[in-house]
């Protein structure tokens, strides 16, 4: 299995700062990278695919970056309803496989 | 829009089999162009991908589950179902049916999620 790690594990920020969460592949997975965020209680939403790609109707302010085993997700300006927790996920090989996660909160 | 729907017991007794339906609404499974997915997340954990189903019913477990899953594809009903055998205490978590397309790999409509407890 492809062992997905992400960093930080959690962080706080202030709203309106630029937020960046690493994931790191154990092996190369070209741009075949996706990212969600999770609110308590819900399923998690597709932000990202393709590693770049923004998911019709996700605010601007969310982007992605990164190829092989180095991967970034970005908050541009952080926003209140933004606090959840942000998944990496690989499809370059079955089976599918998460990050650990990390949980964005508001300083 | 499609919608999915998880439906099954909230409670299940060890060594007992964990059975759960997906039902997928505003759009057809025989359609083919998706894999249809059960993810699970263990309370305050992670994301774990259990396994998918095509609509012809061709699937791929996930390895460290595989001796105890069962997916299966009713098309009449528009519904996919998972069986998790000789649970565990482990197996506590919400469980999610998710649509991937085939040539995504990635999750773009989810269930709401369902929790299944594994208690006697």
């Known amino acids: 299995d492809i062992q997905m790690t992400q960093s930080p594990s959690s962080l706080s920020a202030s709203v309106g700062d630029r937020v960046t969460i690493t994931c790191q592949a154990s092996q190369d997975i070209s741009n075949y990278l996706n990212w969600y965020q999770q609110k308590p209680g819900k399923a998690p939403k597709l932000l990202i695919y393709d590693a770049s790609n923004l998911e019709t109707g996700v605010p601007s302010r969310f982007s992605g970056s990164g190829s092989g085993t180095d991967f970034t997700f970005t908050i541009s300006s952080l926003q209140p309803e933004d606090i959840a927790t942000y998944y990496c996920q690989q499809y370059d090989n079955l089976p599918r496989t998460f990050g650990p996660g990390t949980k964005v909160d508001i300083k | 829009q499609v919608q999915l729907q998880e439906s099954g017991p909230g409670l299940v007794k060890p060594s007992q089999t964990l059975s759960l339906t997906c039902t997928v609404s505003g759009g057809s499974i025989s359609s083919g162009g998706y894999y249809w997915s059960w993810i699970r997340q263990h309370p305050g954990k992670g994301l774990e991908w259990i396994g998918y189903?095509?609509?012809?019913?061709?699937?791929y477990y996930n390895p460290s589950l595989k001796s105890r899953v069962t997916i299966s594809v009713d098309t009449s009903k528009n519904q996919f179902s998972l069986k998790l055998s000789s649970v565990t205490a482990a197996d506590t978590a919400v469980y999610y049916c998710?649509?991937?397309?085939?040539?995504?790999?990635?999750?773009?409509?989810w269930g709401q999620g369902t929790l299944v407890t594994v208690s006697s």
């Open positions: 189903i095509y609509y012809s019913g061709s699937t």
């Open positions: 998710a649509r991937e397309p085939l040539m995504g790999g990635y999750f773009d409509y």
